[in-house]
């Protein structure tokens, strides 16, 4: 038997006979209990349970949490969600709120509940923005609120099946490839028009798809041409998706520049081979129209950026990863993340917060983070395909909830920081910290029971798969945290399914919508991304007129160069030297303007030249 490390490797045949000697259970036979309804949203007296695993308050002082395993065992199978149909649980035993923090928050989780009620229904949940918010609608559009929005979203949805059975089936094909079919699919968008698309990607796109999904998510020009030159010859079989919801966003647009020149250069034209995805009349929508671009799909003004993954955003590009084989449909099934998410959003209408998954996520984060955002969440996925989770997450979780003011115009400076990327990787990361330093967070893991495909499995040392390493590492971590009070949440699917996925997305979207409640913040809009997007304007504004300066003393006989002093006042901006100076450096560091004296490390020693003189511009 060879060593290494102190793990064993024990020969194949003595593995065999190891694996036929030492069954392993399941860990999902441990988890057939359905908690007793008991504790609280029922009648005290309804739970013989209720009182030997409630938490007394005495027990949780400054933050101390219940240690007695037995306790903690009552703890958990009395507060164990378990969602049948979708083989989703959800663990909240190791955030320690105790009844009296229950009892406080009962009433103020109705109250959130009859507000998603009334957002279901058409309210204006997103007051600032006058906007209806209605992405629950897209897994159910029998709950929208009139029949022209319902009719919107079933026939969104038969035009992106249709476009992409015929993608796939290569009815529709690009003009110029030997292929004679789509090979590549490129996304451009950014945040929820990339977030969503790219977590589900992630998660479920099968190993080797007829059409490979790459994106571009930034303005970053060497991001892109990576990208570009990845297609290489493949250009002329790509299908582009530019996705943006406002059409507007600078770098989607930048980024569509960049790929049409791509596709100028290698004499094909963009349009046969281009999609938009955005709101009917924005600017891009206007584009694709007159360009007579391959194919358009509507984005709803009542559905948000982020919360997009279940309109065309999401599903158009996660059903170009599906193909059929064998006359059954492999890769991502856009219905079933759908039925996943409906099936979700079911559960999280019951107004009995124990059987309200969302809701307990919401009075978790309430209980660990003050209801201020004083903790972070981690998450930490132990499965690779949904890596992508925690980063989809800090989206969905940070744009919702990090508002300045509350819906009473109160300033709050509300939050919750999301941040993770999966386990057991991390454990080599950051979990030191986590374990031992600044006690300033508590855990999310996601758990999937489902190792690997049935048949696929063996054991690398007697009576342990590799699988089992994955699940005792976050048994350990979990464990090995709360022992240290640290205190964490694990949410627990069977599979990683577009069903579950579909599912998961929904549970958070909700949680989000029910915490926003909770703490009196509109969750739908984000007037902070709009203060840098403005400022991204006026500095891009400032070296236009920075160029215009140099250029007007670039064109003199003999050439000037100017300070930085004499740019700013030039341009009439002496407040702004330290903006010039970040500029010329940026310029002079992409060979578009010359340093004639000095050097970028000692900023007042530079003088500034154009290596070219515009005469037209001078003149324009
Ligand atoms: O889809 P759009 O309009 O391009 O916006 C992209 C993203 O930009 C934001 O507006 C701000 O980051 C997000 O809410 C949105 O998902």
Same mark, same amino acid.
């Given at each position: 038997?060879?060593?290494?490390?102190?793990?064993?490797?024990?020969?194949?045949?003595?593995?065999?006979?190891?694996?036929?000697?030492?069954?392993?259970?399941?860990?999902?036979?441990?988890?057939?209990?359905?908690?007793?309804?008991?504790?609280?949203?029922?009648?005290?007296?309804?739970?013989?349970?209720?009182?030997s695993s409630a938490v007394p308050a005495e027990k949780i002082k400054n933050g101390a949490v219940e240690k007695d395993p037995i306790k903690l065992w009552h703890r958990y199978v009395d507060w164990l969600y378990q969602h049948k149909e979708?083989?989703?649980?959800? %663990?909240?035993?190791?955030?320690?709120?105790?009844?009296?923090?229950?009892?406080?928050?009962?009433?103020?989780?109705?109250?959130?509940?009859r507000a998603m009620q009334d957002l279901e229904k058409g309210a204006i949940a997103n007051p600032d923005e006058g906007r209806m918010v209605g992405h629950y609608w897209l897994r159910n559009p029998k709950l929208a609120p009139n029949s022209?929005?319902?009719?919107?979203?079933?026939?969104?949805? %038969?035009?992106?099946?249709?476009?992409?059975?015929?993608?796939?089936?290569?009815?529709?094909?690009?003009?110029?490839?030997?292929?004679?079919?789509f090979t590549q699919v490129l996304s451009v968008g950014i945040g929820g028009s990339a977030l969503g698309p790219q977590f589900v990607s992630e998660a479920l796109a099968p190993d080797n798809p007829p059409l490979k999904i790459r994106f571009?998510? @930034?303005?970053?020009?060497?991001?892109?041409?990576?990208?570009?030159?990845?297609?290489?010859?493949?250009?002329?079989?790509?299908?582009?998706?530019?996705?943006?919801?406002?059409?507007?966003?600078?770098?989607?647009?930048?980024?569509?520049?960049?790929?049409?020149?791509?596709?100028?250069?290698?004499?094909?034209?963009?349009?046969?081979?281009?999609?938009?995805?955005?709101?009917?009349?924005?600017?891009?929508? =206007?584009?694709?129209?007159?360009?007579?671009?391959?194919?358009?799909?509507?984005?709803?003004?009542?559905?948000?950026?982020?919360?997009?993954?279940?309109?065309?955003?999401?599903?158009?590009?996660?059903?170009?990863?599906?193909?059929?084989?064998?006359?059954?449909?492999?890769?991502?099934?856009?219905?079933?993340?759908?039925?996943?998410?409906?099936?979700?959003?079911?559960?999280?209408?019951?107004?009995?917060?124990?059987?309200?998954?969302?809701?307990?996520?919401?009075?978790?984060?309430?209980?660990?983070?003050?209801?201020?955002?004083?903790?972070?969440?981690?998450?930490?996925?132990?499965? %690779?395909?949904?890596?992508?989770?925690?980063?989809?997450?800090?989206?969905?979780?940070?744009?919702?909830?990090?508002?300045?003011?509350?819906?009473?115009?109160?300033?709050?400076?509300?939050?919750?920081?999301?941040?993770?990327?999966?386990?057991?990787?991390?454990?080599?990361?950051?979990?030191?910290?986590?374990?031992?330093?600044?006690?300033?967070?508590?855990?999310?893991?996601?758990?999937?029971?489902?190792?690997?495909?049935?048949?696929?499995?063996?054991?690398?040392?007697?009576?342990?798969?590799?699988?089992?390493?994955?699940?005792?590492?976050?048994?350990?971590?979990?464990?090995?945290?709360?022992? @240290? %009070?640290?205190?964490?949440?694990?949410?627990?699917?069977?599979?990683?399914?577009?069903?579950?996925?579909?599912?998961?997305?929904?549970?958070?979207?909700?949680?989000?919508?029910?915490?926003?409640?909770?703490?009196?913040? =509109?969750?739908?809009?984000?007037?902070?991304?709009?203060?840098?997007?403005?400022?991204?304007?006026?500095?891009?504004?400032?070296?236009?007129?920075?160029?215009?300066?140099?250029?007007?003393?670039?064109?003199?006989?003999?050439?000037?160069?100017?300070?930085?002093?004499?740019?700013?006042?030039?341009?009439?901006?002496?407040?702004?030297?330290?903006?010039?100076?970040?500029?010329?450096?940026?310029?002079?560091?992409?060979?578009?303007?010359?340093?004639?004296?000095?050097?970028?490390?000692?900023?007042?020693?530079?003088?500034?030249?154009?290596?070219?003189?515009?005469?037209?511009?001078?003149?324009?």
């Amino acid at each position: 038997m060879a060593s290494i490390s102190g793990i064993c490797y024990p020969s194949p045949a003595l593995r065999l006979r190891l694996r036929r000697s030492l069954p392993i259970l399941p860990p999902s036979c441990t988890r057939h209990l359905r908690p007793p309804r008991s504790i609280v949203g029922l009648p005290r007296s309804s739970s013989s349970a209720a009182s030997s695993s409630a938490v007394p308050a005495e027990k949780i002082k400054n933050g101390a949490v219940e240690k007695d395993p037995i306790k903690l065992w009552h703890r958990y199978v009395d507060w164990l969600y378990q969602h049948k149909e979708l083989g989703l649980f959800l %663990d909240v035993s190791r955030i320690g709120f105790t009844e009296e923090f229950f009892d406080k928050m009962e009433p103020k989780l109705q109250k959130a509940f009859r507000a998603m009620q009334d957002l279901e229904k058409g309210a204006i949940a997103n007051p600032d923005e006058g906007r209806m918010v209605g992405h629950y609608w897209l897994r159910n559009p029998k709950l929208a609120p009139n029949s022209f929005l319902r009719l919107q979203i079933e026939n969104t949805l %038969d035009a992106i099946c249709k476009f992409a059975d015929d993608v796939i089936s290569a009815k529709i094909k690009p003009p110029s490839s030997s292929a004679g079919r789509f090979t590549q699919v490129l996304s451009v968008g950014i945040g929820g028009s990339a977030l969503g698309p790219q977590f589900v990607s992630e998660a479920l796109a099968p190993d080797n798809p007829p059409l490979k999904i790459r994106f571009i998510d @930034n303005t970053d020009p060497a991001g892109i041409d990576h990208q570009i030159a990845q297609l290489g010859p493949e250009l002329a079989s790509t299908l582009v998706i530019v996705i943006s919801k406002s059409g507007g966003t600078p770098e989607t647009r930048n980024g569509l520049l960049e790929i049409q020149k791509a596709f100028r250069e290698a004499g094909l034209d963009f349009s046969k081979q281009g999609v938009a995805i955005t709101q009917e009349n924005s600017l891009l929508d =206007n584009t694709a129209r007159i360009e007579g671009w391959l194919a358009r799909f509507p984005m709803f003004d009542w559905v948000g950026g982020r919360t997009s993954e279940m309109s065309a955003v999401g599903l158009l590009p996660a059903a170009l990863q599906a193909f059929i084989s064998f006359f059954l449909l492999q890769g991502i099934d856009i219905k079933e993340i759908l039925v996943g998410a409906s099936m979700m959003d079911e559960a999280n209408r019951t107004t009995v917060v124990k059987d309200n998954p969302a809701a307990l996520l919401a009075l978790c984060w309430s209980w660990a983070s003050g209801g201020i955002g004083s903790k972070d969440m981690v998450v930490l996925p132990y499965k %690779d395909s949904l890596l992508l989770f925690s980063r989809y997450l800090q989206q969905l979780v940070m744009e919702s909830l990090g508002k300045e003011f509350d819906l009473d115009g109160n300033r709050v400076n509300q939050g919750l920081t999301v941040y993770g990327n999966k386990g057991s990787t991390d454990q080599h990361a950051y979990i030191q910290q986590l374990r031992e330093g600044v006690h300033n967070f508590f855990v999310t893991f996601i758990e999937v029971l489902h190792d690997r495909p049935p048949g696929h499995d063996w054991e690398l040392e007697p009576g342990v798969t590799c699988g089992d390493y994955l699940f005792g590492m976050l048994q350990g971590t979990r464990s090995a945290l709360y022992a @240290n %009070d640290r205190e964490s949440i694990t949410v627990t699917v069977q599979e990683v399914t577009p069903r579950s996925v579909g599912a998961l997305i929904a549970l958070y979207e909700r949680a989000v919508g029910i915490y926003a409640c909770l703490i009196n913040i =509109n969750a739908y809009h984000q007037p902070g991304v709009e203060a840098g997007k403005k400022a991204a304007g006026e500095v891009l504004a400032l070296q236009k007129r920075i160029l215009a300066v140099l250029n007007e003393a670039s064109c003199k006989e003999p050439i000037e160069p100017l300070s930085l002093e004499e740019i700013a006042e030039r341009c009439h901006v002496p407040e702004q030297i330290e903006m010039i100076y970040k500029i010329v450096a940026h310029l002079a560091a992409n060979n578009r303007a010359l340093i004639a004296e000095g050097s970028c490390g000692s900023p007042r020693s530079i003088k500034v030249f154009l290596g070219e003189c515009n005469v037209d511009e001078l003149y324009a």
